[in-house]
Protein backbone atom coordinates (compact mmCIF):
# COMPACT_ATOMS: atom_id res chain seq x y z
CA UNK A 1 0.00 0.00 0.00
CA UNK A 2 2.74 2.42 0.67
CA UNK A 3 4.71 1.91 -2.25
CA UNK A 4 0.79 2.58 -4.24
CA UNK A 5 0.79 5.67 -2.28
CA UNK A 6 4.65 6.58 -3.57
CA UNK A 7 3.59 6.03 -6.93
CA UNK A 8 0.52 7.99 -6.55
CA UNK A 9 1.54 11.09 -5.27
CA UNK A 10 5.27 10.68 -7.18
CA UNK A 11 2.65 10.76 -10.83
CA UNK A 12 0.11 13.49 -9.17
CA UNK A 13 2.93 15.71 -8.16
CA UNK A 14 4.44 15.68 -11.59
CA UNK A 15 1.39 15.89 -13.49
CA UNK A 16 0.02 18.85 -11.57
CA UNK A 17 4.03 20.31 -11.81
CA UNK A 18 4.07 20.15 -15.06
CA UNK A 19 0.17 21.41 -15.88
CA UNK A 20 1.38 24.93 -14.03
CA UNK A 21 4.48 24.98 -16.33
CA UNK A 22 2.54 24.01 -19.09
CA UNK A 23 1.34 27.76 -19.06
CA UNK A 24 4.25 29.24 -17.03
CA UNK A 25 7.14 28.31 -18.95
CA UNK A 26 7.95 31.46 -21.71
CA UNK A 27 9.67 28.70 -24.91
CA UNK A 28 6.42 27.35 -26.22
CA UNK A 29 8.04 24.47 -26.90
CA UNK A 30 9.04 23.53 -23.61
CA UNK A 31 5.65 24.42 -22.50
CA UNK A 32 4.87 20.82 -25.40
CA UNK A 33 7.17 18.99 -24.02
CA UNK A 34 5.62 19.78 -20.10
CA UNK A 35 2.33 18.70 -21.86
CA UNK A 36 4.07 15.68 -22.86
CA UNK A 37 4.35 14.98 -19.40
CA UNK A 38 1.36 15.86 -18.21
CA UNK A 39 -0.14 13.37 -20.68
CA UNK A 40 2.35 10.45 -19.85
CA UNK A 41 2.13 10.95 -15.42
CA UNK A 42 -1.95 11.13 -16.05
CA UNK A 43 -2.04 7.53 -18.16
CA UNK A 44 0.65 6.48 -15.45
CA UNK A 45 -2.21 7.03 -13.13
CA UNK A 46 -5.02 5.38 -15.53
CA UNK A 47 -2.99 2.35 -14.97
CA UNK A 48 -2.81 2.64 -11.72
CA UNK A 49 -6.16 2.53 -10.94
CA UNK A 50 -6.61 -0.74 -13.39
CA UNK A 51 -7.62 1.38 -16.30
CA UNK A 52 -5.24 0.50 -18.40
CA UNK A 53 -6.75 0.57 -21.72
CA UNK A 54 -7.25 4.45 -21.04
CA UNK A 55 -3.88 4.48 -20.26
CA UNK A 56 -2.55 3.15 -23.18
CA UNK A 57 -4.65 4.54 -25.53
CA UNK A 58 -3.95 8.40 -23.85
CA UNK A 59 -0.53 7.02 -24.16
CA UNK A 60 -1.37 6.61 -28.56
CA UNK A 61 -3.49 9.30 -28.95
CA UNK A 62 -2.14 11.93 -27.01
CA UNK A 63 1.23 11.46 -26.83
CA UNK A 64 1.87 9.37 -29.97
CA UNK A 65 -0.45 11.86 -32.22
CA UNK A 66 -1.65 14.81 -31.05
CA UNK A 67 1.66 16.38 -29.25
CA UNK A 68 3.26 15.22 -31.69
CA UNK A 69 1.65 17.49 -34.69
CA UNK A 70 1.37 20.30 -31.65
CA UNK A 71 5.36 20.07 -31.51
CA UNK A 72 5.31 19.89 -35.04
CA UNK A 73 3.24 23.16 -35.31
CA UNK A 74 5.29 25.00 -32.49
CA UNK A 75 8.75 24.31 -33.51
CA UNK A 76 7.87 25.85 -36.56
CA UNK A 77 7.28 29.43 -34.60
CA UNK A 78 10.06 31.71 -34.01
CA UNK A 79 11.02 31.29 -30.77
CA UNK A 80 13.28 33.96 -30.51
CA UNK A 81 10.20 36.38 -31.31
CA UNK A 82 8.13 34.82 -28.72
CA UNK A 83 10.18 34.89 -25.82
CA UNK A 84 9.81 38.81 -26.25
CA UNK A 85 5.93 38.84 -26.76
CA UNK A 86 5.31 36.05 -23.64
CA UNK A 87 5.04 37.57 -20.05
CA UNK A 88 5.34 41.10 -21.96
CA UNK A 89 2.06 42.05 -19.70
CA UNK A 90 0.13 44.68 -21.64
CA UNK A 91 -0.28 41.93 -24.74
CA UNK A 92 -2.12 39.28 -21.74
CA UNK A 93 -3.45 41.19 -19.20
CA UNK A 94 -6.85 41.70 -21.29
CA UNK A 95 -7.51 38.16 -21.40
CA UNK A 96 -7.11 37.40 -18.31
CA UNK A 97 -11.26 38.26 -17.11
CA UNK A 98 -12.33 36.17 -19.57
CA UNK A 99 -9.94 33.24 -18.68
CA UNK A 100 -11.23 33.68 -14.63
CA UNK A 101 -14.25 33.45 -15.89
CA UNK A 102 -13.72 30.17 -17.61
CA UNK A 103 -12.26 28.92 -14.87
CA UNK A 104 -14.08 29.92 -12.31
CA UNK A 105 -17.20 27.73 -14.69
CA UNK A 106 -14.92 24.92 -14.47
CA UNK A 107 -14.20 24.97 -10.99
CA UNK A 108 -18.05 24.77 -10.27
CA UNK A 109 -18.50 22.37 -12.20
CA UNK A 110 -16.04 19.91 -11.10
CA UNK A 111 -17.90 21.12 -6.78
CA UNK A 112 -21.52 19.77 -8.79
CA UNK A 113 -19.73 16.84 -9.62
CA UNK A 114 -17.94 15.23 -6.71
CA UNK A 115 -20.50 17.02 -4.47
CA UNK A 116 -22.95 14.17 -6.61
CA UNK A 117 -20.92 11.72 -5.58
CA UNK A 118 -20.75 12.66 -2.23
CA UNK A 119 -24.49 13.32 -1.83
CA UNK A 120 -25.24 10.14 -3.85
CA UNK A 121 -22.91 7.55 -2.56
CA UNK A 122 -24.41 5.00 -4.42
CA UNK A 123 -22.69 6.03 -7.73
CA UNK A 124 -19.64 5.19 -6.01
CA UNK A 125 -20.87 1.33 -5.36
CA UNK A 126 -22.29 1.00 -9.33
CA UNK A 127 -18.86 1.89 -10.63
CA UNK A 128 -17.13 -0.50 -7.93
CA UNK A 129 -19.48 -3.92 -8.44
CA UNK A 130 -18.19 -2.57 -12.50
CA UNK A 131 -14.78 -2.57 -11.63
CA UNK A 132 -14.87 -6.15 -9.79
CA UNK A 133 -16.13 -8.03 -12.92
CA UNK A 134 -13.49 -10.56 -14.08
CA UNK A 135 -13.32 -9.67 -17.55
CA UNK A 136 -10.73 -7.07 -18.54
CA UNK A 137 -11.51 -3.28 -18.55
CA UNK A 138 -11.11 -3.67 -22.64
CA UNK A 139 -13.62 -6.34 -22.52
CA UNK A 140 -16.07 -3.81 -20.70
CA UNK A 141 -15.28 -0.79 -22.37
CA UNK A 142 -16.07 -2.61 -26.21
CA UNK A 143 -19.01 -4.33 -24.49
CA UNK A 144 -20.71 -0.59 -23.37
CA UNK A 145 -19.28 1.39 -26.48
CA UNK A 146 -20.40 -1.00 -29.39
CA UNK A 147 -23.89 -2.13 -27.84
CA UNK A 148 -25.56 0.57 -25.98
CA UNK A 149 -24.06 3.73 -26.93
CA UNK A 150 -23.32 2.24 -30.57
CA UNK A 151 -24.75 5.40 -32.17
CA UNK A 152 -23.37 7.83 -30.05
CA UNK A 153 -19.98 6.27 -30.76
CA UNK A 154 -20.63 6.68 -34.45
CA UNK A 155 -21.78 10.08 -34.41
CA UNK A 156 -18.82 11.19 -32.66
CA UNK A 157 -16.34 9.57 -34.97
CA UNK A 158 -18.97 11.12 -38.34
CA UNK A 159 -18.18 14.61 -36.24
CA UNK A 160 -14.23 14.14 -35.93
CA UNK A 161 -14.56 13.37 -39.61
CA UNK A 162 -16.34 16.27 -40.70
CA UNK A 163 -14.26 18.54 -38.50
CA UNK A 164 -11.42 16.89 -40.47
CA UNK A 165 -12.37 17.22 -43.82
CA UNK A 166 -14.02 21.00 -42.84
CA UNK A 167 -10.12 21.56 -41.52
CA UNK A 168 -8.93 20.49 -45.62
CA UNK A 169 -11.46 22.13 -47.34
CA UNK A 170 -10.46 25.29 -45.44
CA UNK A 171 -6.83 25.23 -46.44
CA UNK A 172 -7.18 24.01 -49.23
CA UNK A 173 -6.03 25.86 -52.61
CA UNK A 174 -5.36 24.78 -55.92
CA UNK A 175 -2.39 25.82 -57.44
CA UNK A 176 -1.76 26.18 -61.26
CA UNK A 177 1.54 25.60 -63.06
CA UNK A 178 2.67 23.20 -60.82
CA UNK A 179 4.07 20.13 -62.42
CA UNK A 180 2.76 17.12 -61.30
CA UNK A 181 3.98 13.70 -61.69
CA UNK A 182 1.69 10.66 -62.62
CA UNK A 183 2.95 7.55 -61.65
CA UNK A 184 0.44 5.62 -64.14
CA UNK A 185 2.54 7.77 -67.24
CA UNK A 186 5.86 7.46 -65.89
CA UNK A 187 5.36 3.54 -65.90
CA UNK A 188 3.63 3.10 -68.92
CA UNK A 189 6.52 4.93 -71.09
CA UNK A 190 7.58 3.40 -74.10
CA UNK A 191 11.29 3.68 -75.56
CA UNK A 192 9.61 4.83 -78.60
CA UNK A 193 8.10 8.01 -77.07
CA UNK A 194 11.16 9.31 -75.06
CA UNK A 195 14.04 8.06 -77.48
CA UNK A 196 14.89 8.89 -81.30
CA UNK A 197 17.49 7.69 -83.20
CA UNK A 198 18.37 9.73 -85.86
CA UNK A 199 21.00 9.38 -88.50
CA UNK A 200 23.62 12.44 -88.16
CA UNK A 201 25.10 12.96 -91.31
CA UNK A 202 28.74 14.38 -91.55
CA UNK A 203 29.62 18.42 -91.35
CA UNK A 204 25.50 18.95 -90.85
CA UNK A 205 24.50 18.09 -87.00
CA UNK A 206 21.17 17.84 -85.42
CA UNK A 207 18.97 19.66 -84.27
CA UNK A 208 17.59 18.77 -81.22
CA UNK A 209 14.86 21.85 -79.91
CA UNK A 210 12.19 22.82 -82.29
CA UNK B 1 12.17 -5.95 3.71
CA UNK B 2 9.85 -7.94 2.12
CA UNK B 3 9.54 -4.92 -0.65
CA UNK B 4 13.64 -4.77 -0.99
CA UNK B 5 13.19 -8.35 -1.82
CA UNK B 6 10.57 -8.16 -4.43
CA UNK B 7 12.95 -4.99 -6.09
CA UNK B 8 16.33 -6.86 -5.96
CA UNK B 9 13.79 -9.72 -7.46
CA UNK B 10 12.55 -7.42 -10.08
CA UNK B 11 16.00 -5.68 -11.16
CA UNK B 12 17.61 -8.78 -11.14
CA UNK B 13 15.06 -9.75 -13.71
CA UNK B 14 15.32 -6.96 -15.80
CA UNK B 15 19.04 -6.82 -16.04
CA UNK B 16 18.21 -10.58 -17.29
CA UNK B 17 16.50 -9.30 -20.24
CA UNK B 18 18.00 -6.07 -21.22
CA UNK B 19 21.80 -7.04 -20.94
CA UNK B 20 21.16 -9.88 -23.55
CA UNK B 21 19.44 -7.39 -25.57
CA UNK B 22 22.02 -4.55 -25.38
CA UNK B 23 24.46 -7.43 -26.37
CA UNK B 24 22.37 -8.88 -29.18
CA UNK B 25 22.21 -5.26 -30.53
CA UNK B 26 25.94 -4.74 -30.59
CA UNK B 27 26.03 -8.36 -32.37
CA UNK B 28 23.09 -7.22 -35.08
CA UNK B 29 24.73 -3.84 -36.17
CA UNK B 30 27.72 -6.45 -37.20
CA UNK B 31 25.21 -8.44 -39.07
CA UNK B 32 23.88 -5.43 -40.56
CA UNK B 33 27.17 -4.20 -42.09
CA UNK B 34 28.08 -7.72 -42.78
CA UNK B 35 25.08 -8.56 -44.79
CA UNK B 36 24.94 -5.02 -46.54
CA UNK B 37 28.76 -6.33 -47.15
CA UNK B 38 28.15 -9.40 -48.89
CA UNK B 39 25.12 -8.64 -51.13
CA UNK B 40 28.25 -5.50 -52.35
CA UNK B 41 30.61 -8.34 -52.87
CA UNK B 42 32.83 -6.40 -49.88
CA UNK B 43 33.90 -8.80 -47.06
CA UNK B 44 32.36 -6.01 -44.43
CA UNK B 45 33.87 -5.62 -40.94
CA UNK B 46 36.21 -8.98 -40.17
CA UNK B 47 39.61 -8.19 -38.41
CA UNK B 48 38.38 -7.63 -35.02
CA UNK B 49 38.10 -10.85 -33.69
CA UNK B 50 36.39 -14.00 -35.23
CA UNK B 51 34.71 -12.59 -38.19
CA UNK B 52 35.15 -9.44 -37.04
CA UNK B 53 32.52 -10.34 -33.95
CA UNK B 54 33.96 -7.96 -31.91
CA UNK B 55 34.05 -4.37 -34.11
CA UNK B 56 30.67 -3.39 -32.59
CA UNK B 57 32.70 -3.64 -29.48
CA UNK B 58 35.90 -1.30 -30.76
CA UNK B 59 33.49 0.89 -31.97
CA UNK B 60 31.50 1.22 -28.70
CA UNK B 61 34.94 1.66 -26.55
CA UNK B 62 36.07 4.91 -29.58
CA UNK B 63 32.83 6.36 -28.90
CA UNK B 64 33.25 6.26 -25.14
CA UNK B 65 36.63 7.48 -25.31
CA UNK B 66 35.71 10.75 -27.18
CA UNK B 67 34.88 13.82 -26.49
CA UNK B 68 31.29 15.05 -26.11
CA UNK B 69 30.43 18.76 -27.92
CA UNK B 70 27.41 20.30 -26.69
CA UNK B 71 26.60 23.19 -29.45
CA UNK B 72 26.96 26.37 -27.49
CA UNK B 73 23.28 27.79 -28.83
CA UNK B 74 21.48 24.46 -28.54
CA UNK B 75 19.19 24.03 -26.08
CA UNK B 76 21.27 22.10 -23.40
CA UNK B 77 18.93 20.18 -21.23
CA UNK B 78 17.15 18.73 -24.45
CA UNK B 79 19.96 18.39 -26.41
CA UNK B 80 20.95 15.67 -23.41
CA UNK B 81 17.73 14.04 -22.70
CA UNK B 82 16.85 13.32 -26.58
CA UNK B 83 19.28 10.33 -26.72
CA UNK B 84 18.37 9.35 -23.36
CA UNK B 85 14.71 9.18 -24.35
CA UNK B 86 15.53 7.44 -27.62
CA UNK B 87 17.24 4.65 -25.74
CA UNK B 88 14.64 4.75 -22.74
CA UNK B 89 11.89 4.31 -24.66
CA UNK B 90 13.79 1.45 -27.36
CA UNK B 91 14.75 -0.54 -23.92
CA UNK B 92 11.51 -0.50 -21.86
CA UNK B 93 9.09 -1.86 -24.52
CA UNK B 94 11.27 -5.44 -24.44
CA UNK B 95 9.57 -5.72 -20.80
CA UNK B 96 6.64 -7.51 -22.52
CA UNK B 97 8.18 -9.28 -25.27
CA UNK B 98 6.96 -13.03 -24.28
CA UNK B 99 9.91 -15.51 -24.60
CA UNK B 100 7.65 -18.60 -23.85
CA UNK B 101 4.34 -19.12 -22.39
CA UNK B 102 6.14 -18.33 -19.25
CA UNK B 103 9.07 -16.48 -19.60
CA UNK B 104 7.88 -12.89 -19.97
CA UNK B 105 8.87 -9.81 -17.56
CA UNK B 106 5.36 -8.29 -17.65
CA UNK B 107 2.66 -9.92 -18.54
CA UNK B 108 0.22 -7.20 -19.33
CA UNK B 109 -3.27 -7.60 -20.71
CA UNK B 110 -2.78 -5.07 -23.00
CA UNK B 111 0.72 -6.06 -24.31
CA UNK B 112 0.28 -5.18 -27.93
CA UNK B 113 -1.24 -1.60 -27.00
CA UNK B 114 1.81 -0.85 -25.09
CA UNK B 115 4.52 -1.97 -27.52
CA UNK B 116 2.43 0.45 -30.18
CA UNK B 117 2.30 3.53 -27.80
CA UNK B 118 6.16 2.82 -26.88
CA UNK B 119 6.97 2.71 -30.76
CA UNK B 120 4.85 5.68 -31.61
CA UNK B 121 6.53 7.82 -28.53
CA UNK B 122 10.20 6.75 -30.58
CA UNK B 123 9.58 10.02 -32.28
CA UNK B 124 10.35 12.28 -29.78
CA UNK B 125 13.74 11.23 -29.53
CA UNK B 126 14.61 12.57 -33.27
CA UNK B 127 12.18 15.54 -32.63
CA UNK B 128 14.17 16.52 -29.23
CA UNK B 129 17.35 15.99 -30.96
CA UNK B 130 17.02 17.77 -33.93
CA UNK B 131 15.02 20.82 -32.43
CA UNK B 132 17.58 21.11 -29.24
CA UNK B 133 20.45 21.36 -31.77
CA UNK B 134 19.55 24.86 -33.09
CA UNK B 135 21.09 23.64 -36.58
CA UNK B 136 19.37 23.25 -40.05
CA UNK B 137 19.85 20.25 -41.10
CA UNK B 138 19.34 18.34 -37.54
CA UNK B 139 15.58 20.54 -37.73
CA UNK B 140 14.87 19.56 -41.39
CA UNK B 141 15.55 15.74 -39.80
CA UNK B 142 13.70 16.47 -37.16
CA UNK B 143 10.69 17.54 -39.06
CA UNK B 144 10.97 15.08 -42.02
CA UNK B 145 10.89 12.13 -39.13
CA UNK B 146 7.72 13.53 -37.00
CA UNK B 147 5.73 13.14 -40.31
CA UNK B 148 7.14 10.04 -41.49
CA UNK B 149 6.70 8.38 -38.50
CA UNK B 150 3.04 9.79 -37.42
CA UNK B 151 1.95 8.50 -41.17
CA UNK B 152 3.12 4.89 -40.76
CA UNK B 153 2.16 4.37 -37.14
CA UNK B 154 -1.94 4.71 -38.79
CA UNK B 155 -0.98 1.63 -41.01
CA UNK B 156 0.64 -0.04 -38.42
CA UNK B 157 -2.49 0.63 -36.00
CA UNK B 158 -4.52 -0.83 -38.42
CA UNK B 159 -2.54 -3.88 -38.64
CA UNK B 160 -2.49 -4.45 -35.17
CA UNK B 161 -6.41 -4.24 -35.79
CA UNK B 162 -6.24 -7.19 -38.37
CA UNK B 163 -4.44 -9.54 -36.08
CA UNK B 164 -6.64 -8.40 -32.96
CA UNK B 165 -9.96 -9.80 -34.91
CA UNK B 166 -8.32 -12.99 -35.55
CA UNK B 167 -7.01 -13.10 -31.86
CA UNK B 168 -9.83 -11.34 -29.42
CA UNK B 169 -6.70 -10.32 -26.54
CA UNK B 170 -4.62 -7.81 -26.56
CA UNK B 171 -2.32 -10.00 -24.71
CA UNK B 172 1.21 -10.43 -26.57
CA UNK B 173 0.99 -14.19 -25.02
CA UNK B 174 -2.63 -14.96 -26.61
CA UNK B 175 -1.82 -13.38 -29.90
CA UNK B 176 1.04 -16.14 -29.87
CA UNK B 177 -1.19 -19.39 -28.51
CA UNK B 178 -3.54 -18.07 -31.62
CA UNK B 179 -1.33 -19.14 -34.20
CA UNK B 180 -1.34 -22.52 -32.83
CA UNK B 181 -2.68 -23.82 -35.78
CA UNK B 182 -1.93 -21.66 -38.11
CA UNK B 183 0.58 -18.50 -38.23
CA UNK B 184 -1.14 -15.65 -39.45
CA UNK B 185 1.30 -14.91 -41.80
CA UNK B 186 -0.78 -16.88 -44.08
CA UNK B 187 -3.94 -15.77 -44.11
CA UNK B 188 -3.24 -11.93 -43.61
CA UNK B 189 -0.17 -12.38 -45.79
CA UNK B 190 -0.62 -9.00 -47.70
CA UNK B 191 -0.67 -7.21 -44.09
CA UNK B 192 2.64 -8.97 -43.35
CA UNK B 193 4.11 -7.34 -46.24
CA UNK B 194 3.02 -3.53 -45.35
CA UNK B 195 3.88 -4.27 -41.79
CA UNK B 196 7.18 -5.33 -43.02
CA UNK B 197 7.42 -1.96 -45.21
CA UNK B 198 5.83 -0.26 -42.44
CA UNK B 199 8.39 -1.54 -39.99
CA UNK B 200 11.22 -0.15 -42.52
CA UNK B 201 9.47 3.50 -42.50
CA UNK B 202 8.73 3.75 -38.70
CA UNK B 203 12.81 2.48 -38.04
CA UNK B 204 14.19 5.07 -40.82
CA UNK B 205 15.83 2.39 -42.44
CA UNK B 206 16.78 2.66 -45.87
CA UNK B 207 14.93 3.01 -48.47
CA UNK B 208 12.81 5.32 -46.27
CA UNK B 209 15.96 6.68 -43.78
CA UNK B 210 15.02 10.52 -44.99
CA UNK B 211 15.50 11.75 -41.57
CA UNK B 212 19.06 10.68 -41.66
CA UNK B 213 19.96 11.11 -45.64
CA UNK B 214 23.22 11.78 -45.68
CA UNK B 215 23.31 12.77 -49.46
CA UNK B 216 21.18 15.49 -48.31
CA UNK B 217 21.00 16.52 -45.01
CA UNK B 218 24.42 14.94 -43.09
CA UNK B 219 23.33 12.91 -40.93
CA UNK B 220 19.59 14.26 -40.12
CA UNK B 221 19.16 15.01 -36.13
CA UNK B 222 22.29 13.44 -35.12
CA UNK B 223 24.53 15.85 -37.14
CA UNK B 224 25.42 17.71 -34.16
CA UNK B 225 25.89 14.79 -31.53
CA UNK B 226 29.12 13.37 -30.62
CA UNK B 227 30.90 10.55 -28.45
CA UNK B 228 28.73 8.34 -26.29
CA UNK B 229 25.61 10.40 -27.21
CA UNK B 230 25.75 9.99 -30.86
CA UNK B 231 26.48 5.99 -30.00
CA UNK B 232 23.41 5.94 -27.83
CA UNK B 233 21.17 7.28 -30.47
CA UNK B 234 22.60 4.33 -32.44
CA UNK B 235 22.19 1.85 -29.96
CA UNK B 236 18.76 3.18 -29.53
CA UNK B 237 17.84 2.74 -33.16
CA UNK B 238 19.14 -0.41 -33.53
CA UNK B 239 17.14 -2.09 -30.21
CA UNK B 240 14.21 -0.38 -32.21
CA UNK B 241 14.44 -2.09 -35.41
CA UNK B 242 14.79 -5.50 -33.41
CA UNK B 243 11.81 -4.36 -31.58
CA UNK B 244 9.92 -3.87 -34.56
CA UNK B 245 11.18 -7.50 -35.51
CA UNK B 246 10.08 -8.93 -32.71
CA UNK B 247 6.85 -6.98 -33.17
CA UNK B 248 6.86 -9.08 -36.51
CA UNK B 249 7.40 -12.51 -35.45
CA UNK B 250 5.01 -12.04 -32.75
CA UNK B 251 2.21 -11.00 -34.91
CA UNK B 252 2.86 -13.25 -37.48
CA UNK B 253 5.31 -16.03 -37.44
CA UNK B 254 3.89 -17.59 -34.48
CA UNK B 255 6.26 -15.75 -31.67
CA UNK B 256 7.89 -18.72 -29.67
CA UNK B 257 5.98 -21.26 -31.25
CA UNK B 258 8.00 -23.62 -32.71
CA UNK B 259 7.50 -24.10 -37.38
CA UNK B 260 6.05 -27.29 -36.66
CA UNK B 261 4.81 -29.08 -33.31
CA UNK B 262 6.62 -32.68 -33.73
CA UNK B 263 8.89 -33.57 -31.25
CA UNK B 264 12.45 -32.67 -32.19
CA UNK B 265 11.08 -29.22 -32.77
CA UNK B 266 9.27 -28.55 -29.49
CA UNK B 267 12.33 -29.82 -27.48
CA UNK B 268 13.95 -26.33 -28.68
CA UNK B 269 12.82 -23.81 -26.16
CA UNK B 270 10.54 -20.97 -27.09
CA UNK B 271 13.26 -18.09 -26.88
CA UNK B 272 15.14 -20.24 -28.96
CA UNK B 273 12.47 -19.71 -31.72
CA UNK B 274 11.69 -16.74 -31.21
CA UNK B 275 15.49 -15.45 -31.98
CA UNK B 276 15.63 -17.43 -35.28
CA UNK B 277 12.56 -15.19 -36.52
CA UNK B 278 13.69 -12.23 -35.24
CA UNK B 279 17.09 -12.65 -36.74
CA UNK B 280 15.12 -14.19 -40.19
CA UNK B 281 13.07 -10.87 -40.28
CA UNK B 282 16.52 -8.45 -39.35
CA UNK B 283 18.58 -10.38 -42.24
CA UNK B 284 15.43 -9.15 -44.25
CA UNK B 285 15.59 -5.57 -42.86
CA UNK B 286 19.59 -5.79 -44.02
CA UNK B 287 18.93 -6.83 -47.25
CA UNK B 288 16.30 -4.73 -48.06
CA UNK B 289 18.95 -1.59 -46.87
CA UNK B 290 21.56 -3.37 -49.38
CA UNK B 291 19.62 -3.47 -52.52
CA UNK B 292 17.23 -0.57 -52.73
CA UNK B 293 17.39 3.18 -53.26
CA UNK B 294 16.45 5.98 -51.14
CA UNK B 295 12.89 7.08 -51.56
CA UNK B 296 11.55 10.40 -52.53
CA UNK B 297 10.30 12.32 -49.61
CA UNK B 298 6.92 12.99 -51.61
CA UNK B 299 7.05 9.23 -52.88
CA UNK B 300 7.01 8.06 -49.71
CA UNK B 301 4.12 10.69 -47.96
CA UNK B 302 1.70 8.64 -50.80
CA UNK B 303 2.69 5.12 -50.02
CA UNK B 304 2.06 5.77 -46.58
CA UNK B 305 -1.58 7.90 -46.65
CA UNK B 306 -2.96 6.73 -50.34
CA UNK B 307 -1.72 3.17 -50.74
CA UNK B 308 -0.88 1.50 -47.33
CA UNK B 309 -3.40 3.24 -45.32
CA UNK B 310 -6.45 2.25 -47.82
CA UNK B 311 -5.01 -0.86 -48.38
CA UNK B 312 -5.19 -1.88 -44.43
CA UNK B 313 -8.37 -0.25 -43.74
CA UNK B 314 -9.93 -2.55 -46.60
CA UNK B 315 -8.70 -5.34 -44.96
CA UNK B 316 -9.97 -4.73 -41.41
CA UNK B 317 -12.95 -5.05 -43.27
CA UNK B 318 -12.84 -7.98 -45.23
CA UNK B 319 -11.49 -9.86 -42.22
CA UNK B 320 -13.83 -8.60 -40.28
CA UNK B 321 -16.65 -10.04 -42.74
CA UNK B 322 -14.98 -13.10 -43.09
CA UNK B 323 -14.76 -13.55 -39.54
CA UNK B 324 -18.47 -12.67 -38.83
CA UNK B 325 -19.75 -14.75 -42.21
CA UNK B 326 -18.35 -18.35 -40.98
CA UNK B 327 -18.64 -16.83 -37.51
CA UNK B 328 -15.48 -17.77 -36.45
CA UNK B 329 -15.04 -14.62 -34.23
CA UNK B 330 -13.23 -15.14 -31.24
CA UNK B 331 -15.92 -14.84 -28.48
CA UNK B 332 -14.86 -15.31 -24.85
Known amino acids: ?210 | MEYLSIVFQEVYKILFLLVPVLVSVAMIVWLDRRVWAFVQKRQGPNVVGPFGLLQSLADALKYIFKEIIIPSSSNKVIFILAPIVTMTLALIAWAVIPFSATQVLADINVGILYLFAVSSLGVYGIIMGGWASNSKYPFLGAIRSAAQMVSYEVSIGVIIINVLLCVGSLNLNDIVIAQQNMWFVIPLFPMFVIFFISALAETNRPPFDLPEAEAELVAGYQTEYSGMMYAMFWLGEYANILLMCAMGAILFLGGWMSPIDVYPFTLVPGAIWLILKILLLFILFALVKAIVPRYRYDQLMRLGWKVFLPLSLIWVVLTASYLFYFNLLPVN
Not at chain 1, 125 to 138: E, G, H, M, Q, V
Not at chain 1, 146 to 156: G, K, W
Request: aromatic residues 12%; hydrophobic residues 55%; charged residues 10%.
Open chain 1, 1 to 210: MIAHAIFFYTFSIIAVVSAIMVTASKNTVHSVFFLILDFISISCLFIMIGAEFLGMIMLIVYVGAVAVLFLFVVMMLNVAQQKNQWFAGQATSKHIPVGLIISTLIFFEIIIVIGGWKYKPEIFDINNSLANTSISNTHSLGQILYTDYIHVFQISGMILLVAMIGAIVLTFRQRSGVKKQSYIKQISRERAEGVEVLEVQSNKGVKIDD
